[in-house]
C-alpha cells in the first residue's frame, strides 16, 4: 500500500520523441498548462536514443511522433512492445489518418492524437487515461506473473481443460506425476487418464451439467501403465474449466502397511488369546490319551487313541505354525545385495518354473542396491510370492517378470505374473492368516512373508486383474538411507 501511494504521489516524467524541436515546445507547452499537475518534461529527437530510453524504463509517459526521419513512430512502437516495453505510448502526427489510428491501437499505442487538434483538455484526459490504464496494465501484468508463478512451481498438477475437458494447458508437474510432456498431455481428454470406466462416466456426466468436482479420489494411469492414487478437484468456468491432481499414491500404500501392521497386530493378539486357551485343555487330553493307552490293551481302543493323540499333535502344530505367522519376526539385519538375494530365490524356483514350462524375465539395475536384510528369511519370503505366482499361471502359457528399480533411495522390487489374478474383495485379506484360495492351502504363507517384510521396513502393495495377472511391488529402504535415520 505504501509503495502505491509512492507511485501515485511521484512527479511523472515524460519524453516526447519528435525530431523537430518546435513541435516538442507546442507539446510540451500543452502539457505544462495542464492545471494542478507538474510533469518533468524532455525531449529526444532520436530514434535508437529514444528505444533505449523505453527498453530502460527512464520514463512514466512516451510521446511519440508518426514520423522520425528514416523511421516511423509506429516502427518504434513496434519495435519498444516487441522488446517487452510497459510504459504507456501515446502517438503523435501532423494529420489525421483512420488507418494510421487503427494500425498503432492494435499494436498497443494508448491514444492517438493529432497535433493540430491538440488543446490542454485533449491532452490532460489523454495522459490522464494512459497513466491509469498502465498503472492497471502492470498490476494486471504482476498479478498474472503471480499466479503463472504460482501454476508453472505447484508440486500438483495444475491444469485447464475446455468444456469437453480437452487439456488446453498444464504445468511441468504432469511429467513427474503421470510421465506425459506438455505436448503429448494436451493431445488428451481428462478422461483417458481415468482408469474405471464408472469413473469416467461419472466425470463426464457432471462436466455436462457443469457442476463443481471437489476432493474426489480415483486411480489415474500414467503414460507407463502405472497407476495412480489421487485427489482430483475440477471447477467448471465459462468457456473452460480448471482444476488440481494431487498425488496420494505414497500415502496411500502408508496407509495401507499401517493397515496391514494393525490387522496383523490384532489377528496375533486373538491367537496368543485362543493358543493360551486352546493348549490347557489341549494338554489335558494328551496326558489323558498317554494313561489310557497304559490301561487300554484292545486293539479297537488303541487304534481310536492313536487317532485322538495324532490330532491333538496336529492341532498344537497349527497353532504352533499360527503363533509364530503372528508374532513379530526374529531377525539379524546385515548389509545384502538384494539381486543376489533375488539370485537365490530364482534358483530355488528354477525347478517349478521348468516343470511348468514358464518363461522367466528378470531385470535388474547396473549398480548394486544393498539393503539391510535376514537373508535366509527374506529369500524364504520372496520365495514363498514367487511359488504362489507360479502356481497361479498355466502349464506352457506362463510368464514371470521379476524386476528390481532405483527409485528415490529405495529398491522397488516387482514380482508380475500372467496368471489366474485375484478379485478386488480378495486383495484386502491377502494376508490374513488362513485365508488362501488353494484347495489344500493352510493359508498361514503371505502371512508369514508380510510378517517378514515388515520386519525389513519393507512396504509391500499388490495389483491383481483377474484372469490377466498380479504384481507384488515391494519397496525396500536402502542400507544407506537406513543409517542416515538410525
Known amino acids: 500500500m505504501i509503495d502505491t501511494m509512492q507511485s501515485i504521489n511521484k512527479l511523472k516524467k515524460i519524453l516526447i520523441v519528435d525530431d523537430d524541436e518546435d513541435d516538442f515546445i507546442i507539446t510540451s507547452e500543452y502539457i505544462k498548462h495542464i492545471p494542478g499537475v507538474s510533469y518533468i518534461i524532455e525531449w529526444c529527437p532520436k530514434y535508437d536514443l529514444a528505444l533505449e530510453h523505453m527498453l530502460d524504463g527512464d520514463y512514466d509517459l512516451y510521446f511519440v511522433d508518426y514520423r522520425l526521419g528514416g523511421k516511423s513512430g509506429v516502427d518504434l512502437l513496434k519495435e519498444a512492445l516487441m522488446n517487452n516495453c510497459e510504459d504507456p505510448i501515446i502517438l503523435l502526427t501532423g494529420k489525421g489518418n483512420y488507418l494510421v489510428d487503427i494500425e498503432a491501437m492494435q499494436l498497443g499505442a494508448v491514444d492517438y492524437l493529432v497535433k493540430t487538434e491538440l488543446t490542454i483538455e485533449k491532452v ?9 490504464h498502465s498503472a492497471a496494465m502492470k498490476a494486471l501484468k ?6 503463472r508463478s504460482i501454476f508453472e512451481k505447484s508440486k500438483d498438477v495444475v ?8 487439456f488446453s494447458d498444464v504445468n511441468d508437474a504432469v511429467h513427474q506425476l503421470l510421465g506425459y510432456t506438455k505436448e503429448e498431455i494436451l493431445q488428451l481428454n481428462l478422461t483417458d487418464l481415468i ?13 455436462q451439467l457443469h457442476k463443481e468436482l471437489n476432493d474426489w479420489e480415483v486411480i489415474l494411469n500414467t503414460k507407463t501403465g502405472e497407476k495412480k492414487s489421487c485427489i482430483l478437484t475440477v471447477t467448471p468456468e465459462q468457456g473452460y474449466a480448471q482444476g488440481i491432481i494431487h498425488d496420494i499414491t505414497n500415502l496411500k500404500k502408508i496407509e495401507k502397511a499401517t493397515l496391514q501392521a494393525e490387522k496383523l497386530a490384532a489377528a496375533g493378539r486373538l491367537v496368543r488369546t485362543l493358543a493360551h486357551e486352546v493348549r490347557n485343555p489341549l494338554n489335558n487330553i494328551t496326558l489323558s ?39 513379530p519376526s526374529e531377525i539379524e539385519l546385515e548389509e545384502h545385495v538384494l539381486q543376489a538375494i533375488l539370485d537365490d530365490v530364482i534358483a530355488t524356483a528354477v525347478d517349478s518354473l521348468t516343470l511348468k514350462r514358464i518363461k522367466l524375465y528378470v531385470s535388474y539395475p547396473d549398480e548394486h542396491l544393498i539393503i539391510k536384510a535376514d537373508r535366509e528369511k527374506l529369500r524364504m519370503a520372496l520365495l514363498n510370492i514367487v511359488v504362489n505366482a507360479i502356481e497361479a499361471m498355466e502349464e506352457n502359457k506362463g510368464n514371470l517378470y521379476i524386476s528390481i528399480f532405483h527409485v528415490n533411495g529405495q529398491a522397488v522390487l516387482n514380482i508380475r505374473d500372467n496368471g489366474c489374478g485375484i478379485s478386488e474383495e480378495n486383495i484386502s485379506r491377502l494376508f490374513e492368516p488362513f485365508f488362501t484360495q488353494k484347495r489344500n492351502g493352510m493359508g498361514l504363507g503371505l502371512a508369514f512373508t508380510l510378517n517378514i517384510l515388515q520386519s525389513h521396513k519393507a ?7 483377474e484372469n490377466a495377472g498380479t504384481t507384488f511391488i515391494i519397496t525396500f529402504p536402502l542400507a544407506d538411507m537406513l543409517t542416515a535415520h538410525e
Not at 124 to 132: D, G, M, P
Not at 195 to 207: D, G
Not at 459 to 465: E, G, M
Open 124 to 132: 490532460e484526459r489523454s495522459i490522464r487515461y494512459a497513466l491509469e
Open 142 to 147: 504482476a498479478n498474472e506473473r503471480k499466479y
Open 159 to 166: 491444469f485447464i481443460t475446455d468444456e469437453l475437458l480437452n
Open 195 to 207: 482408469e474405471q470406466a464408472q469413473h469416467k462416466n461419472f466425470l463426464i456426466q457432471l462436466s
Open 289 to 327: 490319551i498317554e494313561q489310557m493307552q497304559q490301561e487300554l490293551k484292545d486293539d479297537t481302543s488303541q487304534l481310536y487313541l492313536d487317532i485322538v493323540q495324532r490330532n491333538s499333535k496336529r492341532i498344537n502344530s497349527l497353532i504352533t505354525e499360527l503363533l509364530d505367522t503372528s508374532r
Open 459 to 465: 512396504i509391500i502393495d499388490v495389483n491383481s486383474v
